[in-house]
T-cell receptor
Framework: SQTIHQWPATLVQPVGSPLSLECTVE??????LYWYRQAAGRGLQLLFY??????ISSEVPQNLSASRPQDRQFILSSKKLLLSDSGFYLC????????????FGDGTRLSIL | DAKTTQPPSMDCAEGRAANLPCNHS???????VYWYRQIHSQGPQYIIH???NNETNEMASLIITEDRKSSTLILPHATLRDTAVYYC????????????????FGKGTHLIIQP
């Protein structure tokens, strides 16, 4: 069966510090990968998606970037965090077949001080 | 913006069937209906999806009306662990190549299972 792992589960960072969140998927190959953010009391916002190694599409302009150095690894980064980057960050994967559901990790709760 | 409308909250007695409605009157012919749920502080959990036929799996049943303008998620025997926010989503195609598509989550229905 397939599993998705995100870490860390919680993170407290000062404004201006860098960020690296990691997501890995096991039990499948060539998945589509996604980064979402959920701000407090709001819905999920798609940040990035990737259909293959080195292929990243950004959905919203922001202070964040994403990379996919390996087939089942997806990394969310920032060089300098802003207060507005606080939120619940979720990684998800799906098969490449059309209309296959996305499966989410347990998320990282990021607080910026 | 979400393309679905759901009641903000519902109660259901433990052991009874929970029926969660969703309106999606502007759904296109090739758009699927997906249901997810999210327990506080966890990632969304996929439940079920369908196009036009009714679907059933180990978690739930999905009933889609013939005109596809609404659907109902049925949890046949609700337990306390089913308390969560349930999201009905119409899949938005964001990449014409048929690859990765984002899911647009609305506010969902907060289902509370009463003991």
């Amino acid at each position: 069966s397939q599993t998705i792992h995100q870490w860390p589960a919680t993170l407290v960072q000062p404004v201006g510090s860098p960020l690296s969140l990691e997501c890995t998927v096991e039990g499948t190959s060539n998945p589509n990968l996604y980064w979402y953010r959920q701000a407090a009391g709001r819905g999920l916002q798609l940040l990035f998606y990737s259909v293959g190694i080195g292929q990243i599409s950004s959905e919203v302009p922001q202070n964040l970037s994403a990379s996919r150095p390996q087939d089942r690894q997806f990394i969310l980064s920032s060089k300098k965090l802003l207060l507005s980057d606080s939120g619940f960050y979720l990684c998800a994967w799906s098969r490449t077949d059309s209309n296959q559901p996305q499966h989410f990790g347990d998320g990282t709760r990021l607080s910026i001080l | 913006d979400a393309k679905t409308t759901q009641p903000p909250s519902m109660d259901c007695a433990e052991g009874r069937a929970a029926n969660l409605p969703c309106n999606h009157s502007t759904i296109s012919g090739n758009e699927y209906v997906y249901w997810y749920r999210q327990i506080h502080s966890q990632g969304p959990q996929y439940i079920i999806h369908g196009l036009k036929n009714n679907e059933t799996n180990e978690m739930a049943s999905l009933i889609i009306t013939e005109d596809r303008k609404s659907s109902t998620l049925i949890l046949p025997h609700a337990t306390l662990r089913d308390t969560a926010v349930y999201y009905c989503i119409v899949r938005v195609v964001m990449w014409s190549g048929g690859g990765a598509d984002g899911l647009t989550f609305g506010k969902g229905t907060h289902l509370i299972i009463q003991p």
